[in-house]
């Protein structure tokens, strides 16, 4: 715990203008964010006596090491500034709203030559136009249903869409009369554009003018002894109506609004947004969040419009937003609402009439959201904390492992060994932590050479962070033992072998590839201090390996090579379900109903879950191999083309370089690698029926019988 008066500013060097400023603890992470109309009146709040800090506020101030902050113009760039950085920077003590569900939008994608209605979950898409969120997809559907017998946009996907195309036929919904059939040509690109945007303006609220031409042009009809369009046009009509009708009206005036209501007790809150759009409610969605900064209403309300529409922009902000309580600066959220819009955005309480009812409604709808959240949560809360208490007393740890880290090894007879890490924070999978390894410091079968090559990579990073941040003056030299014989010596300061090869997970940077006597590829250079999570920066308190004592023992020796004393070490065997630590000759046995157990089980299923899917998805890729893969300069689109010429990979492998050269884009010298590819490659073992053992040959046409 630090004081707050060790990295307490100077008097005078704290500006009076206002800024965003970050708290950062001894790890360089960015704890805390918050913005100030004066820096020098808002920070001297943190720094009085500690008895008269709000308990939230007393535990980050001493948890933070240092505090810097960045000077701005205006409170509006203030506001936007602090949001980015909590977006970015995930401060452990800034309020995050998790939404309570994943909600499904209705999405016209404009930014494609012939947009697309269809239904869309996650992050928002630039170009795309979203209607929502609704409730459930159905919902959706059914509204999309009913409106495409008046504007019959395109809803099939690419596959679909490219396959009519090729064969000139539209898809069922082109026959009905509820697609037009852009595929075909029935419809220009611009007259499908046209029926897309008005199908937009339908659902933005503008639904009178659709419905009065509709009758207009049904009366002409009827006039012009038209009898089956003007039936149609009816039906049109109608079809409008039910579609409105989904939408329940609530206020007359034909108001666009969004309403805020907040819910909230000592320790969490919850919040809940209807979207009101032509005098109808189009969406709702809802909000909760721990209370882990001394927060108000106000505060609430300002966290809430931030992440509502940080990402928004145009006519996704809508004119009015009605709130509980306004944020401490209104002036300044309502310009910065303005400017995300375009145009003037009213912030305000609803004071009388029909908006004060429905914001009693939404209110009603949070206060139930609170209460079903904290009855969920409950039990969770409670067993997880009895659980992680049990492993701490279990295992003789001075606090509750508040992150434990779990290793696996995994692979196939010796083939494609691989691990995995998975990280627990608080008893709750931490997914953005997981990591994957390669190991290729040796083959074949050994899982104690495999674990203790694996902590060592983990852990050599940790030291590589801490030492670049100054936490420490220097890496520690080795101090375990001589590895035994067979085993892979520890690199210099105790790294693994140099061939193992951290893998992050899919859409990651990688995150620990192995280092060559040179010092880290520049590929691996650890990134700027700039407060953002590391990739193997934080240490657990506990660390469990998947096995017996060998594991644990392999583990713990890596953890002495690199000089780590501070962090535990633990196995669980999977036949009895055992827990052996270090230097114990006999395991720790919980009761099977234990809770500590339940959650030790559970990290090691995961870590198990982890490996083998990696394991499994590199023995694919390898089966999947080809020698053509080892063509240089050979892409894969070269690689179908060839393919394609010749018919199969059988008949490619018999071709002269000649008949390799006709392939269009092949020159004489990629055809010289192709065919040397094939000369030196082993023959493929032939395809068998599991079913009756039969050899599948593949003919002359390339299709196999």
């Known amino acids: 715990m630090a004081d707050p008066s ?48 709000h308990p939230r506020t007393r535990t980050m101030v001493t948890t933070a090491a240092s505090v810097e902050w960045t000077v701005v113009s205006t409170e509006v760039e203030a506001l936007q500034l602090e949001y980015t950085w909590i977006k970015e920077f995930d401060p452990r003590f800034n309020v995050k709203y998790r939404d ?11 930014n494609e030559e012939f947009p697309r209605v269809q239904v869309m979950r ?39 869409f490219k396959n009519a195309e090729r064969t000139g036929r539209p898809c069922l919904l082109g026959y009905i009369g509820k697609c037009s059939a852009p595929c075909v040509g029935r419809v220009t690109p611009d007259e499908h554009r046209d029926l897309a945007e008005d199908f937009c303006d339908f659902m933005a609220g503008r639904t009178g003018t659709y419905i009065r031409r509709l009758e207009k042009d049904m009366t002409q009809a009827a006039e012009d002894m038209e009898y089956e369009r003007a039936a149609r046009l009816r039906d049109d009509a109608g079809a409008l109506k039910r579609a409105m009708e989904k939408s329940a009206v609530v206020l007359a005036d034909a108001t666009d609004a969004d309403l805020i209501a907040v819910a909230e007790d000592e320790l969490e809150a919850a919040v809940q947004i209807f979207h009101v759009r032509g005098g109808r409610v189009r969406g709702q969605r809802g909000w909760v969040t721990d209370k882990v900064e001394a927060v ?163 852990f050599k990073r940790y030291l590589q962070e801490t030492e670049r941040t100054g936490e420490w003056e220097e890496t520690p030299a080795p101090t375990g033992p001589v590895p035994a014989p067979g085993e892979a010596a520890p690199a210099p300061g105790g790294a693994a072998p140099a061939s193992a ?59 002495d090579e690199l000089g780590i004393d501070d962090i535990a070490v633990c196995g669980l065997a999977k036949r009895l379900e055992e827990v052996w630590l270090p230097d114990d000759d006999d395991p720790v046995v919980l009761p099977r109903s234990s809770e500590g157990l339940y959650l030790l089980q559970r990290i090691r299923d995961e870590a198990h879950r982890f490996a083998i899917t990696y394991q499994r998805a590199k023995r694919a890729k390898r089966i999947r191999a080809s020698p053509l893969d080892d063509v240089s300069g050979l892409g894969e689109t070269r690689k179908q083309a060839l393919i394609k010429h010749f018919g199969s990979v059988k008949k490619l492998r018999q071709a002269t370089i000649d008949e390799i050269c006709e392939v269009p884009g092949i020159g004489r010298r990629t055809a010289e690698s192709v065919a040397a590819a094939f000369a030196t490659a082993a023959p493929a073992a032939p395809a068998v029926n599991t079913a009756t053992g039969e050899i599948i040959e593949e003919d002359d046409g390339g299709s196999t019988t």
């Open 6 to 53: 060790s990295y307490r500013p100077k008097p005078g060097q704290i500006p009076d203008s206002p800024g965003v400023y970050k708290f950062r603890d001894d790890h360089r992470r960015v704890i805390y964010v918050g913005k100030a109309k004066n820096l020098r009146q808002r920070l001297a709040n943190y720094f009085q006596d500690l008895a008269g800090l």
């Open 100 to 110: 309570d569900k994943s909600y499904p939008y209705l999405a016209v994608t404009l």
């Open 122 to 160: 996650g992050a928002k898409k630039k170009g795309v136009r979203y209607f929502g969120p609704y409730g459930h997809a159905w919902a959706i559907r059914e509204t999309v249903d009913l409106m495409l017998r008046v504007f019959p946009v395109r809803t099939c996907s690419a596959g679909v």
């Open 296 to 458: 108000d209403t106000a505060g609430l309300v300002e966290h809430a419009l931030q992440q509502l529409y940080g990402e928004e922009s145009g006519d996704s902000v809508p004119k009015e937003v009605l709130v509980p309580a306004l944020p401490d600066d209104p002036d300044a959220v309502s310009q910065w609402l303005a400017d995300r819009r375009g145009s003037l955005v009213s912030l305000r309480i609803p004071q009388r009439g029909d908006k004060k009812d429905l914001m009693g409604t939404v209110q009603r709808n949070a206060q139930q959201a609170l209460g079903l959240h904290k009855t969920k949560r409950a039990s969770d809360l409670t067993t997880r904390s009895r659980a992680l208490e049990e492993i701490a007393e279990a295992l003789g740890l001075d606090t509750a492992p508040l992150r434990v880290e779990c290793f696996d090894i995994s692979h196939l007879q010796g083939d494609d060994v691989v691990a995995s890490m998975v990280v627990f924070e608080d008893g709750l999978a931490r997914k953005s932590e997981y990591r994957r390894f390669q190991i290729k410091g040796f083959e074949g079968q050994d899982d104690v050479r495999s674990m203790h090559e694996v902590i060592g990579r983990r």
């Open 501 to 559: 090869e951290a893998v992050p997970m899919r859409g990651e940077p990688a995150a620990g590839g192995g280092t060559s006597p040179a010092g880290p590829s520049a590929r691996e250079e650890p990134r700027e201090d700039d407060g953002r999570p590391k990739r193997f920066a934080y240490p657990p308190q506990l660390v469990v390996v998947d096995g017996g004592r060998p594991q644990v023992a392999a583990a713990k020796r890596a953890l």
